[in-house]
């Protein structure tokens, strides 16, 4: 009996032996058997590498990849050795007559060679990187913030800058026009902008506060503005490709930058910095300049540089071609050639572009994009923007480096997904445009869902089926983009927006991923739009926020990193769109807290009320009135400015805010914390 067990059990290791043999040669000298343990180790190092030296690294999307490939590999190696050693140990003890000890390490060795071969053909075909899709997580930050404070992005929203009641699609009611544009409103938002930018407590200071920090990356020393230095703003005038011979607009619907936020912004620069008329420049050089804006800006300031493509009359100025030429990173692997694609003959590679001579004369450069989606990109802000900086007669040839090159929902060339080479990244980070780009303002008052759209009334709250009626400002251009492409995929759903949602495209935001990291770029190409060897840095950070109602980044969250949304939302904000949400009254956390100088707070009252908003310190001595008034059924957020406190600034601490609704049916009452710091 004993020497039948004996017999059976050597029998059964044999066939494990020769199972084993089997498996190792049918995979032999195959790609598949050696895809995973080479894939395994490099993703072993990567993290060790890259996550020993930056632990922050471990949220990023490429480790969420190759984290569970190392930590597989790792069990891999402890298979192979179980397996071979519970196998050397189990015929030793058979050998011995210890037949239930042998049986036990018969089965580890078992369950080992098990997930050997389970796991080595599964994770050779199924484990290799795939960035086809991914996940919009919430709050996983790459790259390294910009800024003064880094990672800031500023949202003002105000409904009253523009009229609800216009209409773009009538050309007599066109949404450019002064009477749908309320002036003093728009200069609030844009004064209310900067200074929460800089937290600084006037525009002037705001000003010299970028201009600073600008200066000292550049190695010019913390300086601010000097007399005589070029300022050139770049709008957006995609429609501006024909007019009419009096410069009027014949594509009037189109959404494109404010004129009116340019007027503001004008002010900014010649009434609050003192730069000279003459050393300011305007334009969208591939375009014309439309005759409402040359009024508009003219009527102020007559002396300004207005850059047209071609035409010198009525005021405008040629603008002309520079010397600096930008490399595109993909050496001619993945844009068009044709297309007025260069001149062979001249010995430049096809792959190069020419600049408007504005960009090499220029000292600083702020680029003024129009908030939107777009057909092929599926976004387009300030990357998007330099398609009409070069001096080609179109940018057919750079289509290739967008998401949907020939427009959807034509996908014959469709680069959905992600890790691919996108031409925005080098548009981003040419040192000519990066290095000089002393602000990032965007302006989203008409915002569209595609390129050449009229403007759409936004569903989200605060818009409640009104106009966005928005600027957004940063000193990081990688975080607003980030943020204005979340309220760009969140506001253009089929549910929003039926047949208008190209921020949904597969890709919108792998630009912005590419230019926060490194990691996320594609294999084989290295971004360096300068062509002197030297790859491009992190250009500012990524993430997404936590959710459309809260629209909190790490930052708004209490972490030391990512991105921070400071959110300052007009009091008059309408009716909101949830009726549900009016069921009651409502206090919410104030946002950002902690804060340093300026805070946001909401609430909802159901009916028409005596509402009172004061703020007291932890003494239950009274700081602030913010709200002593009649006000009717709405969703609320008002500004404490806790910098201008008498005078100064309110002492760091703890602070209440308190809530009294007053109406027929009773009274309503209730209070949160707020944390101020230096």
């Known amino acids: 009996m004993v020497g039948k067990v004996k017999e059976n059990i050597g029998l059964l290791l044999k066939h494990i032996k020769h199972h084993f043999k089997r498996t190792k040669n049918k995979y032999t000298g195959s790609k598949s058997?050696?895809?995973?343990?080479?894939?395994?180790?490099?993703?072993?190092?990567?993290?060790?590498?890259?996550?020993?030296t930056k632990p922050s690294r471990l949220r990023y999307p490429c480790m969420k990849v190759a984290v569970p490939t190392a930590t597989t590999f790792v069990a891999y190696i402890i298979a192979i050795f179980t397996s071979l050693f519970s196998f050397r140990k189990a015929r030793e003890n058979l050998r011995k007559s210890r037949y239930s000890l042998a049986i036990?390490?018969?089965?580890?060795?078992?369950?080992?060679?098990?997930?050997?071969?389970?796991?080595?053909?599964?994770?050779?075909?199924?484990?290799?990187?795939?960035?086809?899709?991914?996940?919009?997580?919430?709050?996983q930050p790459m790259g390294e913030e910009k800024g003064i404070f880094p990672g800031r992005v500023v949202w003002v929203h105000d409904p009253d800058a523009t009229d609800e009641t216009c209409n773009p699609w009538n050309q007599?009611?066109?949404w450019y026009k002064n009477e749908n544009n309320d002036q003093g409103v728009i200069d609030a938002m844009l004064d209310t902008a900067v200074m929460a930018l800089s937290e600084q407590s006037t525009v002037a200071n705001a000003w010299d506060a970028f201009f600073k920090y600008n200066n000292s990356n550049r190695s010019k020393g913390n300086v601010g503005y000097q007399s005589g230095e070029i300022i050139f703003i770049k709008i957006n005038r995609t429609s501006a490709y024909s007019i009419a011979g009096d410069f009027s607009r014949i594509n009037y619907q189109t959404s494109e930058t404010s004129p009116h936020v340019i007027l503001a912004l004008l002010k900014h620069l010649v009434d609050e910095v003192g730069v000279a008329e003459e050393d300011i420049y305007i334009g969208d050089p591939m375009k014309h300049i439309y005759k409402l804006d040359y009024e508009l800006w003219h009527g102020e300031f007559p002396d300004i540089h207005y850059l047209d493509h071609n035409r010198s009359d009525a005021g405008r100025e040629v603008a002309?071609?520079?010397?600096?030429?930008?490399?595109?990173?993909?050496?001619?692997?993945?844009?068009?050639?044709?297309?007025n694609w260069g001149d062979a003959s001249s010995g430049d590679p096809i792959y190069d572009d020419y600049f408007y001579a504005i960009f090499d004369d220029c000292d600083y450069l702020i680029n003024v994009p129009t908030l939107k989606g777009h057909k092929r990109a599926g976004v387009t802000m300030f990357a998007k923007n330099h398609f009409g900086s070069h001096t080609r007669s179109s940018a057919q040839h750079l289509h290739m480096g967008l998401v949907v090159p020939d427009e959807y929902p034509n996908e014959q060339n469709a680069r959905y997904g992600y890790g691919k080479y996108r031409v925005l990244v080098d548009l981003l980070s040419w040192e000519l445009l990066r290095e000089k780009s002393v602000i990032y303002l965007m302006d989203a008052l008409w915002s569209a869902g595609w390129e050449l759209d009229a403007p759409s009334k936004w569903v989200l709250s605060p818009f409640n089926n009104d106009w966005s009626s928005s600027i957004f400002i940063s000193q990081d251009p990688v975080a607003i983009e980030s943020v204005g492409y979340d309220f760009l995929r969140t506001e253009y759903t089929s549910e929003n927006h039926p047949g208008n949602t190209y921020p949904q495209l597969e890709g919108a935001d792998d630009h912005i991923e590419q230019a926060a990291d490194s990691d996320n770029w594609p294999s084989g190409i290295e971004y360096d739009p300068e062509?002197?060897?030297?790859?491009i840095p992190s250009l500012g950070v990524h993430e997404h926020w936590n959710n459309a109602t809260d629209r909190q980044y790490s930052r708004n969250l209490g972490e030391n990193y990512g991105i921070e949304l400071v959110s300052i939302l007009s009091s008059q904000g309408g009716v909101a769109e949830d009726i549900e949400t009016l069921a009651k009254p409502m206090l919410y956390q104030n946002s950002p807290n902690p804060f340093k100088n300026f805070t946001s707070i909401k609430y909802n009252i159901a009916d028409r009320a005596?509402?009172?908003?004061?703020?007291?310190?932890?003494m239950g001595q009274k700081i602030k009135t913010l709200v002593n008034e009649n006000q009717p059924q709405g969703t609320y957020s008002v500004i404490w400015d806790a910098s201008q406190e008498n005078g100064s600034k309110a002492p760091n601490g703890v602070y209440i805010y308190r809530?009294?609704?007053?109406?027929?049916?009773?009274?309503?009452?209730?209070?949160?914390?707020?944390?101020l710091i230096k």
Do not use: C
């Not at 005596?610 to 932890?618: A, D, F, I, M, P």
């Not at 809530?659 to 707020?674: C, P, Q, R, S, W």
């Open 104 to 139: 036990i390490l018969l089965l580890v060795s078992i369950a080992g060679g098990t997930f050997l071969i389970l796991h080595t053909n599964q994770y050779a075909s199924a484990q290799t990187v795939n960035l086809k899709t991914r996940e919009l997580e919430a709050n």
């Open 33 to 52: 058997v050696l895809l995973f343990p080479i894939i395994g180790l490099l993703s072993l190092l990567w993290v060790i590498v890259r996550v020993g």
């Open 610 to 618: 005596n509402v009172e908003l004061l703020v007291y310190n932890t």
């Open 659 to 675: 809530l009294t609704v007053i109406t027929e049916d009773g009274v309503f009452e209730d209070a949160n914390k707020m944390l």
């Open 320 to 339: 002309e071609v520079g010397s600096s030429m930008i490399h595109y990173s993909d050496s001619g692997e993945v844009l068009r050639e044709g297309w």
């Open 172 to 174: 007599s009611d066109g």
């Open 531 to 535: 062509n002197d060897g030297t790859p």
